[in-house]
């Protein structure tokens, strides 16, 4: 009887040690060799003005009405997006009309990846061509993704990001 308790002692140990090793090793790969997201969305708006941003011709609406504290944003945008892995860039149509009382900050997000991530757009001021992300082209392939447009808010005297930000998704047409 005490022969058969140790055998089965010996088992639980040998069970035991086995799920912990696996833990152990689900930790270390999580910790040190997933993927990570290293283009996380700003608290505060990017000091620098997106370089590609260029006026909207035309555009001299007069600013919405906002409540106390808050924010109000108008949007032109189109929902087809073209990259080129040779120019690593992306042609897009993304606006931020003077009527806008927040600076915004757009990604390009393809399979929860960041591909794009502007500057700051002002208000009266759109984009029609962004710069990928260093190394973005070696996860994108010659074809056509489902992706979105993520776009953030911040106040333009604070810089501070808003609580909400807008998701428009797009077509993206990838070509070498």
Request: glycine share 6%; no cysteine.
């Amino acid at each position: 009887m005490e022969r058969k308790n140790a055998k089965r002692n010996r088992i639980l140990i040998l069970i035991l040690s086995l799920i912990t090793l696996i833990a152990i090793s689900v930790t270390v790969w999580a910790l040190f060799f997933r993927d990570k997201n290293e283009n996380l969305p700003p608290d505060y708006a990017p000091q620098e003005t997106e370089i590609n941003a260029e006026p909207i011709e035309g555009d001299d609406d007069a600013r919405l009405e906002q409540p106390e504290g808050g924010g109000a944003v108008s949007l032109t945008y189109s929902k087809d997006v073209t990259v080129s892995l040779s120019d690593k860039t992306a042609a897009l149509l993304f606006g931020n009309p003077a009527r806008s009382s927040q600076d915004m900050v757009v990604q390009l997000i393809i399979q929860d990846t960041v591909i794009i991530q502007s500057g700051t757009l002002k208000p009266g001021n759109q984009v029609t061509k962004l710069e990928l992300l260093n190394g973005a082209e070696k996860a994108l392939s010659e074809g056509t993704y489902e992706g979105k447009l993520n776009i953030l808010f911040y106040d333009r005297n604070t810089g501070e990001k808003a609580i909400v930000n807008t998701v428009i998704p797009v077509t993206v047409t990838v070509t070498k």
